[in-house]
């Protein structure tokens, strides 16, 4: 067996710590071996940091190597991915298009612990990696791996023509969230806790904005709710036939409450809904980076070297609130050039 000693980041006693680990790289047919040049680093990675493995699920990078049966990439190509990593393949979920449901999926944080996209390599199936188009440079579209498949997934699911879409947080997800359902057709209003941002959210492509506390304002109610926010969405606040109109969604995208407190009454004669979302399957990723490339959506970044200075910079920032509003790590030698 061949192998390569490569370096991911895992956390260790609170912080982030380099580690080596040895890397198959005899691949097998479908696999590709991918030279990570580029990696998000998401608020998942940070709720992980205490389990120690490796971290990193929205990378972007060079195909190194390709496997005897690969067709969709060959050498040279970029590729990105990280969040689900396989499944099964013949389920009712996989055959459904909807393999991250899986029982048996190989997704972050619930299998293959020795490998994340904070690394200098990662081997990932063919057919779970994602061509990134010309349009989109490697540091715009490493964020797209997670935050935009998220955003862009709920929405898809969700939104019908003229609905009024509600988005909470003008964040890390907020902000793409805003721009995806913008270029969707939606009429696009969002809520937020601090009214400096309400010009660049209108940049975005927000309609309407208004203060958390002064929601009471809203002059008609919206059909869909993407919460992300910080924290627990308030369902009362939000749960109100004047803000949320009957049979609407909401869909919390930040980390998730333990518990989640429903207004009965009003859950039930409003026929509320409370969704969840979990990144995407392929096709919706797929989908998501070629609308992206198309209406030119692209998120707001800071970009770090990839190294333990650069990921425990980019770990204080996230814990005080001050990134914005996704950071990018960047293999060392690369925060001047774009890929």
Excluded: W
Excluded at 97 to 118: A, H, K, P, V, W
Excluded at 178 to 194: D, H, P
Excluded at 249 to 274: K, Q, R, V, W
């Amino acid at each position: 067996m061949s192998v390569k000693s490569v370096n991911v980041y895992r956390g260790v006693d609170g912080t982030i710590k380099q580690t080596p680990v040895e890397l198959n790289v005899d691949l097998k047919p479908r696999e590709i071996l991918l030279r990570i040049t580029h990696s998000g680093f998401c608020g998942t990675d940070r709720a992980f940091l205490p389990y120690g493995l490796a971290l990193g699920h929205e990378g972007v990078g060079i195909v190194e190597k390709v496997g005897s049966e690969v067709t969709q990439f060959k050498v040279g190509d970029r590729a990105g991915g990280g969040y689900l990593r396989g499944s099964c393949g013949h389920c009712s979920y996989c055959l459904s298009g909807d393999e991250i449901m899986c029982y048996q999926r190989d997704i972050f944080g619930e299998s293959n612990y020795n490998q994340g996209t904070f690394a200098d390599y990662y081997v990932g199936t063919e057919t779970y990696l994602h061509k990134i188009p010309d349009e989109l440079s490697s540091e715009e579209a490493a964020p797209l791996q997670c935050a935009g498949a998220t955003v862009y997934t709920a929405l898809i699911r969700n939104l019908k023509p003229g609905m009024r879409v509600g988005i909470v947080g003008v964040g890390g997800l907020g902000h793409l969230a805003i721009q995806f359902a913008s270029r969707l057709g939606a009429e696009v209003v969002v809520f937020s806790y601090t009214g400096s941002k309400e010009k660049e959210a209108k940049s975005l492509g927000a309609q309407e904005f208004y203060l958390i506390d002064e929601i009471d304002r809203l002059p008609e109610p919206v059909h869909l709710i993407l919460f992300a926010g910080k924290g627990v969405p308030d369902l009362k606040k939000f749960f109100k036939k004047e803000v949320l109109a009957r049979s609407g969604t909401l869909i919390p995208l930040s980390e998730p409450a333990s518990t989640y407190d429903l207004p009965g009454f009003d859950t039930f004669f409003n026929s509320y809904n409370l969704a969840s979302n979990l990144v995407a399957s392929r096709k919706y990723h797929d989908d998501m980076l070629k609308f992206a490339a198309t209406h030119s959506i692209k998120p707001i970044i800071e970009k770090f070297e990839m190294s333990e200075k650069g990921l425990n910079e980019v770990l204080e920032k996230l814990v005080s609130g001050k990134i914005r509003y996704r950071a990018v790590l960047c293999a060392l030698g690369g925060l001047g050039k774009v890929d």
